[in-house]
Nanobody, 125 residues
Framework: QVQLVESGGGLVQAGGSLRLSCAASGRTLSDFGMGWFRQAPGKEREFVAA????????NYADSVNGRFTISRDNAKKMVDLQMNSLKPEDTAIYYC??????????????????WGQGTQVTVSS
């Protein structure tokens, strides 16, 4: 098993930046592909970004591609999401997740086995 704790959320003006971090404990982080998802009020949870076990593959939602960057440090058991040029529509609770999928960086929610509690990101216009 792996336990995930997100941090770094907050309130930021449109056009600003935030860096979310996900600290993992338990099993070796390199055993997992990692992803970030978000859920806005009244909406379903949606994929944001994912990174494969060795960081060789990354995937991004079209809505964040070019603005967000996912990275990981397996030795430190950390996964980060750098968010730039934030927009009000990025407002949501952001969740870190882990998948035991061996290959690639899955974008489907059902591929993920472990979830953090989430961190709130609010972007004001």
């Amino acid at each position: 098993q792996v336990q995930l704790v997100e941090s770094g959320g907050g309130l930021v003006q449109a056009g600003g930046s935030l860096r979310l971090s996900c600290a993992a404990s338990g099993r070796t982080l390199s055993d997992f592909g990692m992803g970030w998802f978000r859920q806005a009020p009244g909406k379903e949870r949606e994929f944001v970004a994912a990174i494969s076990r060795s960081a060789g593959v990354t995937n991004y939602a079209d809505s964040v591609n070019g603005r967000f960057t996912i990275s990981r440090d397996n030795a430190k058991k950390m996964v980060d999401l750098q968010m730039n040029s934030l927009k009000p529509e990025d407002t949501a609770i952001y969740y870190c997740s882990a998948t035991t999928t061996i290959v690639g960086a899955p974008t489907r929610i059902r591929a993920y086995d472990y979830w953090g509690q989430g961190t709130q990101v609010t972007v004001s216009s």
